[in-house]
């Protein structure tokens, strides 16, 4: 059938492309991207949108952001080539393909090339209905800023708002790379067109088009309930990918997953377009010539000056075989150097951290703190401001709006005033807690008799840095918690008192962006621990903090498969709402990895 030869050539053109894209393109963008990047020095949270100001990293960015554009492009023009000629039945070659989708790159020039990058880029993977590709194949917000939304009306309401006019839009432009292909029209005049078809088309070919993508989007989404676990993405290809194979257990699992994963989306992608052209016939949709005689005689010429060069390698090749095979030697000694190296210990045991003390009561509150201690988690993440009269409290939010109904910061009012105001949130609405204050916390783990610890974020206000950081100090002084404790903030500068006057402190920083390769970067801080947003997670980045004696720990992890695929990505901890789900993982873990050894015992900070 056509159909079934449209999905063979697409699965082989995948395949090809796949290679080409691992093999030469991602590293080259790679590379040029984070060098530029380094160049400008760190940039984490909220600074990293001062990296894309500065004119050099700018420039280079939108150059990558053009050649990632033309590139999906190209991809998704090959595919609908493939399926449009599979339709009409008509006889070719995949390299035949290949080289007339070149000529489409031409429907970029102009205000369509910027334009087409961040549809191609940005909106396509985004609603990910219909169209994959290869260099961008998911973009996602963070589940950070997802789940901060759906505590609040508002926020939900954003989140219904942001999901309807992204797949609306999308809807709408579905023919418009079709168009592109097929018509060689610029992407102004194809998405005018895709608006004009769905006004001419009947409602029966409207329904079947709205009920293929929801076929599309029923189908992966039950494929993404089954596999919980984050698929892998380009940067986990890299030159560390035999070490991957070797020690990363969530790499190899995850590696048959998203070959199967791969196969799947370019079947389905197959099936799509040739439905989509199918859809267009009538409107007599014909392919364009695959490329004018002056491209015609630029292929010849380029074809001969690579046979050309293609026969002076052989002839090398013939000539000087003992070299050739000591290369060859020579590379193989290097892979298993590689694979003969030894893996270093984890620092100490995989931490179970109740993310603002997890959900035995109001985030924050003491009740949710001593309730992490009872799920059997080894530390409670509390979050640490400094009221108008200088007392540390537990509070995250940068005001009380979400949790009491009030516009005031914790820093506008005095301790006796924020202490009167009662508290909530989504797991326990109505509950009438009171903010509590880092000493009343630390008080009650002292005498409770528990032994559990505290990783502290201190969350500064302008201009109160050093005031927070001395008066956390100087509690954790006085409760000889030193040792039960760690601290992190996303403005490390604010944990130089403490490192000064504590160096045997354990100090960390938190990073939930970054503007180029976390691990090229942030280990130039003389930090103890990173604690990073999950979509910063990544095999490179457990594998070089392993290399460093460097803990990792992950927030917030909701899922139990994430939390196993992390632990076996060599992550060293997890902090999650859920703490007793990190406790029961972090043992299916170890049940399924006997006689794992760590450099230090389960509660050796030091």
């Known amino acids: 059938m056509r159909c079934w030869r449209a ?7 995948e395949i090809l492309w796949k290679l080409l894209f691992f093999l030469l393109i991602n590293p080259v963008f790679r590379d040029v991207y984070q060098t530029y990047v380094a160049s400008v020095g760190l940039s984490f949270n909220g600074g990293m949108l001062w990296t894309f100001l500065t004119p050099k990293v ?5 150059a990558l952001l053009l050649g990632a554009g033309c590139l999906v492009f190209y991809e998704y023009s090959v595919a609908i080539r493939i399926a449009a000629l599979c339709r009409r039945g008509e006889a070719f070659t995949l390299a035949q393909v290949m080289k007339a989708a070149v000529w489409d790159l031409g429907t970029l020039r102009g205000w369509s090339l910027p334009a087409g990058a961040l549809y191609f880029v940005l909106l396509l993977p985004m609603a990910r209905l219909g169209y994959v590709s290869t260099m961008v194949p998911l973009v996602t917000v963070p589940e950070f800023v997802f789940e901060e939304m759906r505590k609040s009306l508002p926020g939900q309401a954003g989140m219904l708002a942001f999901y309807m006019v992204q797949y609306a839009v999308h809807l709408l432009l579905i023919f418009a790379p079709l168009r592109m292909t097929l ?14 078809l769905w006004r001419r088309s009947g409602w029966k070919r409207g329904i079947a088009v709205v009920a293929t993508l929801a076929v599309w989007e029923r189908a992966f989404t039950e ?16 030159r560390y990918i035999l070490k991957y194979l070797l020690y990363s257990q969530a790499f190899r699992k995850d590696l048959l997953f998203w070959l199967l994963a791969s196969l799947l989306q370019a079947a389905a992608m197959a099936l799509f377009l040739f439905f989509l052209v199918g859809a267009l016939e009538r409107e007599g949709m014909l392919l364009q010539p695959a490329w004018s005689r002056d491209g015609l005689a630029l292929w010849d010429m380029l074809a001969r000056r690579s046979a050309a060069w293609r026969a002076r390698w052989e002839e090398r090749l013939r000539t000087q075989r003992w070299r050739c095979a000591l290369g060859a030697l020579g590379l193989a000694a290097a892979a298993g150097l590689v694979l003969s190296c030894s893996q270093p210990l984890l620092v100490h045991r995989p931490l179970a951290i109740a993310h603002r003390g997890g959900t035995g009561g109001v985030e924050n509150s003491l009740t949710a703190v001593l309730a992490a201690a009872e799920a059997g988690a080894d530390c409670a993440e509390i979050d640490v401001q400094l009221t108008k009269d200088g007392v540390p409290v537990l509070f995250h939010d940068g005001n009380l709006r979400r949790m009491a109904g009030r516009g005031e910061s914790v820093g506008e009012l005095t301790w006796a005033e924020l202490r009167e105001i009662p508290i909530e949130d989504h797991y326990f609405p109505e509950a009438g807690e009171r903010i509590p204050s880092l000493e009343e916390v630390l008080a009650a783990l002292t005498e409770g008799g528990t032994d559990m610890g505290l990783l502290i974020e201190l969350k500064p206000a302008a201009g109160t840095s050093e005031a927070l950081s001395w008066a956390v100090m100087e509690l954790v002084e006085d409760y ?8 992190m ?7 130089l008192p403490l490192q000064e006057r504590h160096p045997e402190w354990w100090t960390g920083f938190c990073a939930y962006s970054t503007a ?14 990173l604690a990073v947003e999950e979509s910063l997670a990544s095999n490179r980045l457990a594998t070089q903090a392993r290399e460093l004696n460097l803990p990792v ?16 990505m060599g992550i060293s901890g997890i902090i999650s709402d859920y703490p007793e789900e990190a406790v029961s993982v972090r043992e299916r873990y170890e049940r399924a990895n006997p006689g794992i050894e760590y450099c230090g015992a389960p509660s050796d900070f030091q």
């Open 516 to 529: 180029g390769d976390i691990d090229d970067a942030v280990f130039r801080y003389g930090m103890d621990f």
């Open 223 to 238: 494929l993404a309930r089954y596999w919980r676990r984050n698929l892998l993405g380009n940067d986990d290809f890299d």
């Open 183 to 196: 018509r060689h029209e610029r992407l102004g005049q194809a998405a005018w067109g895709s608006l004009r």
């Open 58 to 62: 700018a420039l280079i960015f939108l």
């Open 489 to 495: 903030s996303l403005d490390y500068l604010c944990l």
């Open 7 to 13: 999905v063979r050539e697409m699965i082989r053109f």
């Open 553 to 568: 720990y992950v927030w917030s992890v909701y899922d139990n498969e994430r939390m196993l695929q992390y632990l076996e």
């Open 480 to 487: 000889g918690f030193g040792e039960r404790a760690m601290f």
